[in-house]
């Protein structure tokens, strides 16, 4: 595997239920991004991560929880979620955070929330 | 506040030209990102700007005025596998990526 993946690429959940996406990076990067795309909308960064510490949180609500258990390693943990919350899940990594290196995507997960 | 302008779509021939253009109002500048992103697929790099001018990449060019707050990515010789969303981010002061909300590039025989 090369470059960055992640499962599942589709989801449909209900209110209620409980799941989680994963995004692994085989670049050897050491910042890794969650975002959230919305049809017609700009890329909206949810959470960063950086040598494994999280350094951002975009005021995102309690109901995504991130986990990032080493540097190629991230997970959205997804409880209670809204309809609204229906979007492309992008996972994304670089080199270093705050610099001006490229961001590296996967293909995203496609949520579904009924 | 921060603000990232290009237009929602456009429609262009094979074998033609097309110029899609990015307006930005950031705190700061330290960079200008293109990438191209098919449908139901990553978004993938094309191009990077710090200074003013052309950056050429094969049929893909893309130019900065920082003075103007304005790039574009010029596409040439069109080809059908080009139809994509194309994303402008700006890098701001704080190192953040500002994003665009994407233009969608339709391509016709």
């Known amino acids: 595997e090369t470059g960055v993946t992640q499962t599942p690429r589709h989801l449909v959940m209900g209110m209620t239920n409980k799941k989680s996406l994963k995004c692994e990076q085989h670049?050897?990067?050491?910042?890794m991004y969650w975002y959230k795309q919305s049809a017609k909308k700009p890329l909206e960064l949810m959470f960063v991560?950086?040598?494994?510490?999280?350094?951002e949180n975009n005021s995102v609500p309690s109901r995504f929880s991130p986990e990032c258990p080493n540097s190629s390693h991230l997970f959205l943990h997804l409880h209670t979620l809204q309809p609204e919350d229906s979007a492309l899940y992008l996972c994304?990594?670089?080199?270093?955070?705050?610099?001006?290196?490229?961001?590296?995507f996967g293909p995203g997960t496609r949520l579904t929330v009924l | 506040g921060q603000n990232i302008d290009q237009p929602t779509e456009m429609t262009a021939t094979e074998g033609a030209i097309v110029q899609i253009n990015c307006t930005y109002q950031?705190?700061?500048?330290?960079?200008l990102f293109w990438y191209q992103q098919h449908a139901g697929e990553a978004p993938t790099f094309l191009s990077y700007?710090?200074l003013d001018g052309l950056e050429e990449k094969g049929r893909f060019s893309s130019f900065l005025s920082r003075s103007k707050g304005y790039s574009y990515l010029l596409l040439k010789e069109l080809q059908m596998k080009d139809s994509a969303s194309y994303l402008c981010?700006?890098?701001?002061?704080?190192?953040?990526?500002?994003w665009g909300a994407g233009t969608k590039l339709i391509i016709k025989p």
């Open positions: 981010a700006v890098r701001d002061s704080n190192d953040q990526l500002i």
């Open positions: 670049l050897g990067h050491n910042a």
């Open positions: 994304a990594s670089s080199q270093d955070y705050g610099s001006t290196d490229t961001q590296y």
């Open positions: 950031t705190s700061g500048f330290n960079g």
């Open positions: 700007n710090v």
């Open positions: 991560y950086n040598f494994k510490e999280q350094t």
